[in-house]
């Protein structure tokens, strides 16, 4: 069972600029920072019926992490025609986390035995990217269009960890083997070529998008130098075919049948193989030779349209390869997790989505998604273990749902409330519990809408926890952690000049502050 209180704040800036050289010719300089703190504890406690084993164990953590980052963005607009446009992107992002954390344990074992241990844990992650992108519009006619560009993204980061350990605060020195000092490149280099069309009450749109991706990653230990490391390297190319066909009906009905195809990459910390063993009873280590997920999704979409009301239905179906999945193994008294790419899962399900405008200053957003969703069974040896970890075939019906409500009032005032629901799901050796959350949230703006102030509310009934229960070889485990109290946001905005962005900016500004949020 586990807890966790944590408490901070975050300062975001961001400014832009746009200059218009000619009628045709566009320059935008844009700048975004953050500088952020961000103080947890966190309160693990396990217990053992196993003989011989521990019968409890508690685990106390205290972490201290301050961040600050930003990016840079520059943008060049070419207008050939009001039908025709190219546009050159170039960005850099910077961020930089330091965080220090000390973790204090005590074991209980048969006949009153007792073993309490201390550690200091110190991180310093460096993370920066270059981003390349251009992209070409033309716009044959009112109903034809072709799009084709290029993106590249280079990601480079680093994240050494110093760990000092003892039985007490006062007898700790440095660890030799808890020393890590990790780096994680990456290269994806994209080309993607649209085309669109649409003739009479039928609509087509035909995608292709090829990627080339290389990866390189390097864990060091205390002895360990750059050259006597010998790095993980993975190379692959992709393509990434989609379909998008549509069919107008009267009245505003509309049938659209869609496939594509993705891909979901691991993330650095996965791939790290450096056993993380500062909580002695629960190791966790990545897996270089992780390879991406690959998935398909076929959809049939039905949309009907009135004056204040939008309804939407979809049915579909996706399948996934080289899912990749925690898993989990007992060696001992000692749990240990990584993750695998162990077997495909496939899904069906539907998804209604509703729009209502009840009145004149209050609409709704209402999602539901049903689907029954199977999980391949799988048998996957990790490089320390005796024996194979393996699961059985597994499948549930699973459904989510959420409401947005928004209110609009008098005097610049706008009201949001986020109501969400997880049922049950599935996962490797076992399934996660039900989930919901309700978050609040209100916005005034001042001075013609150039000064925005907001202020949200996340998790606002607490309710905020994962439960999951896993069973393999030897153990069951039954796992509830919680984060308590709620987030506070509050944010202060002051508009200038022609504040109108486009809405790639507004993405790439949404997608970085969320980034943040997540890893703190």
């Known amino acids: 069972m586990a807890g966790a209180i944590g408490k901070g704040g975050a300062l975001f800036t961001g400014v832009g600029l746009t200059f218009h050289l000619t009628q045709t010719d566009h320059i935008g300089i844009e700048g975004f920072g953050h500088f952020g703190n961000r103080n947890s504890n966190n309160t693990i406690r396990y ?17 201290d992490n301050s961040s600050k980052g930003g990016n840079v963005n520059l943008d060049y607009k070419h207008e050939f025609s009001e039908k025709s446009n190219i546009i050159a992107r170039a960005s850099w992002d910077l961020w930089v986390s330091d965080g220090t954390s000390t973790y204090k344990q005590h074991s209980l ?33 009112e109903e034809s269009k072709l799009e084709t560009g290029y993106k590249g993204t280079l990601s480079r980061q680093k994240s050494p960890v110093e760990t000092y350990s003892g039985e007490t605060e006062t007898t700790a020195v440095f660890d030799e083997l808890l020393y890590n000092k990790y780096s994680y490149n990456r290269n994806i280099q994209a080309l993607y070529v649209t085309f669109s069309t649409k003739v009479n009450s039928f609509g087509l749109q035909l995608g292709l998008r090829g990627e080339y991706t290389d990866t390189e990653t390097k864990s060091l230990g205390y002895e360990r130098t750059e050259a006597t490391a010998h790095p993980y390297k993975d190379n692959y190319f992709s393509l990434f075919p989609s379909l998008f066909l549509s069919y107008s009906l009267p009245q505003n ?28 009873l629960n190791i966790s280590f990545g897996n270089p030779y992780l390879s991406p997920e690959y998935s398909n999704s076929f959809e049939l979409n039905y949309i009907k349209t009135w004056e204040k009301h939008t309804l939407s239905v979809s049915t579909y179906y996706r ?178 000049g022609n504040m109108k962005a486009s809405k790639q900016k507004q993405q790439r500004t949404s997608e970085g502050m969320n980034n943040i949020i997540e890893e703190f």
């Open 47 to 63: 217990e053992s019926d196993v003989p011989g084993s521990f019968s409890s164990s508690e685990r106390i953590s205290n972490s």
């Open 109 to 141: 074992y048969q006949q009153n035995k007792e073993i309490s241990s201390w550690q200091k844990q110190e991180s310093d992650n460096r993370s920066q990217s270059w981003e390349f992108q251009a992209d070409y519009v033309n716009q044959f006619s």
């Open 253 to 280: 009905h509309e049938i659209q049948v869609n496939y594509t195809r993705r891909i979901s990459r691991p993330r650095g910390w996965q791939l790290n193989p450096f056993m993380d063993m500062t909580d002695s």
């Open 319 to 496: 399948n996934t390869d080289n899912v990749i999945q925690r898993i989990r193994y007992r060696e001992g008294d000692v749990m240990k997790s990584t993750s695998a790419n162990i077997t495909q899962s496939s899904s069906a399900g539907a998804e209604i989505v509703a729009k209502n405008k009840l009145l004149k200053f209050l609409d709704f957003t209402t999602t539901l998604n049903f689907y029954y969703n199977e999980l391949e069974g799988f048998s996957y040896l990790p490089a320390d273990a005796d024996a194979p970890v393996t699961g059985e075939r597994d499948d549930n019906f699973s459904w989510t749902g959420k409401i947005i409500a928004n209110a609009i009032l008098p005097h610049a005032i706008s009201l949001q409330a986020t109501g969400s629901y997880n049922s049950k799901q599935i996962i490797a050796q076992g399934h996660r519990e039900a989930n919901y959350r309700l978050d609040l949230g209100a916005r005034k703006f001042f001075f013609d809408r150039k000064i925005n102030l907001s202020i949200s509310v996340q998790d606002i009934l607490n309710s905020r926890n994962w439960h999951s229960i896993t069973s393999g070889n030897g153990f069951k485990q039954d796992s509830d952690s919680w984060r308590k109290g709620g987030v506070f946001r509050f944010t202060l905005s002051y508009n200038f």
